[in-house]
């Protein structure tokens, strides 16, 4: 076998290609876009760059066959509960199935992260924001969402028995959307809309700044500060938003006021793969008319979370409630008739939501009480180089 760093323009479309060769056949892989892959290491493109390090290998066999990859980062904003010291990662982890294989790559990855004194590894992650890339998918293979990792079912058996221990589980839940969800949510709808104080909005295109604005209001409010992570600058949401804007479906953006001052965020896209997977991981300008293509011509039938949140006084309120009910009242085609609250024709068949990490019992609970089910779950490993060390999961919030 044979590792080659990723240096050269022929080595970049290798990497890219050993995702494509380990799942051929598989008919749940969608290939990811090359340029969201490339991205990533991409010092203009990653902010990661500022704060550290990547480096990334190729493994062919002896006869030259492509058979792995693997990246390894150092990212000095990379923080995690838990006292293991400075801790490194991996990522973007593909291997045949063979124990010696995947040993020489994540020993190769190793190495360089204790040259850079890091005292454990984390993997698979990302260099960069969890919402991309994050964990090894062990249960529930199903097509996977954009930017979501997908894989073997063997590699949960590559990465343990190399002495990866679970750090933390990522459940993601699932609901069909011509359901009814529990009583207790139409209840505390209904009394909250008795009072004129509290109002709603979905996204509309044509003012996007408005909506950054009051995006970001209620993000710094309800994120800012818990969990390292920073206040957000309109600015930023602007762009986010922007960026979102041609695949963006008014119906299924959220948000709730009270007193004309937001409160909550809901913010949901179309499951994007079921377009991307038409394009072969390209994207460009070719590409992104075929994509414009498929997306009048191919309905979509799932859409996906990505943001829920309510500020922190409004809380344990029912303002949670009265922004899902309020949302359904497009997503579902839901009318309300002498307080009876009646289901039409859904616009969407599945809702799934972005996983949450199963240390944060609250967030599951939420996810859990509207009636949904786990449609998979990923695994973020730890490996402390000290072997003798006594290992510890990432701690419930």
């Not at 204790?114 to 969890?130: H, K, L, S, V």
């Not at 800012?224 to 960026?243: C, D, I, T, W």
């Not at 959220?254 to 991981?281: A, C, R, S, T, V």
């Amino acid at each position: 076998m044979k590792l080659e760093e990723v240096i050269t323009t022929a080595q970049i479309k290798a990497f890219l290609a050993v995702n494509v060769r380990i799942h051929q056949g598989d008919p749940n892989y969608i290939r990811p876009l090359d340029k969201d892959v490339e991205d990533v290491f991409d010092p203009a493109k990653n902010k990661a760059f500022r704060f550290g390090e990547t480096i990334r290998w190729i493994l062919k066999d002896d006869q030259g066959a492509l058979i792995g990859r693997i990246a390894a980062f150092v990212n000095k904003k990379y923080k995690t509960k838990g006292d293991d010291g400075p801790v490194g990662g991996v990522g973007f982890f593909d291997c045949i199935n063979d124990q010696e294989a995947a040993n020489l790559l994540l020993d190769t990855a190793r190495k360089w992260l204790e040259q850079r004194g890091m005292t454990a590894m984390d993997g698979p992650i990302n260099f960069g924001e969890r919402d991309k890339w994050w964990g090894l998918l062990t249960e529930g293979f199903e097509p996977p969402l954009y930017c979501m990792n997908y894989n073997p079912s063997y590699y949960k058996t590559l990465f343990e028995t190399y002495g990866f221990k679970p750090f933390f589980y990522q459940a993601c839940f699932a609901l069909n959307v011509g359901e009814r969800i529990q009583e207790k949510f139409y209840e505390r709808h209904a009394a909250l809309s008795r009072d004129p104080n509290y109002t709603s909005e979905n996204i509309k295109k044509n003012d996007l700044d408005k909506y950054a604005r009051d995006f970001t209001i209620v993000y710094n409010k309800a994120w800012a500060g818990h969990g390292g992570l920073k206040q957000m600058e309109e600015k930023v949401a602007r762009k986010m938003f922007q960026s979102m804007k041609a695949v963006l479906d008014e119906r299924i953006c959220w948000l709730i006021y009270y007193k004309k001052e937001p409160i909550g965020i809901w913010l949901n896209l179309p499951d994007l793969n079921q377009w991307f997977k038409h394009l072969d991981g390209r994207f460009g300008l070719l590409d992104k008319l075929k994509f414009l293509w498929y997306k009048r011509t191919k309905p979509c039938n799932k859409f996906v979370g990505l943001v829920f949140g309510i500020v922190p006084e409004f809380q344990g309120k029912g303002a949670d409630a009265y922004m899902i009910i309020e949302g359904c009242k497009l997503i579902q085609n839901l009318t309300i008739k002498n307080g009876e609250y009646i289901i039409g024709t859904p616009i969407y068949d599945r809702y799934e939501m972005q996983w949450i990490g199963e240390f944060n019992p609250k967030m599951i609970n939420v996810a859990e009480s509207l009636g949904t089910y786990k449609s998979r779950r990923l695994t973020t490993y730890r490996y402390n180089f000290d072997r003798e060390k006594e290992f510890k999961m990432h701690p419930v919030l």
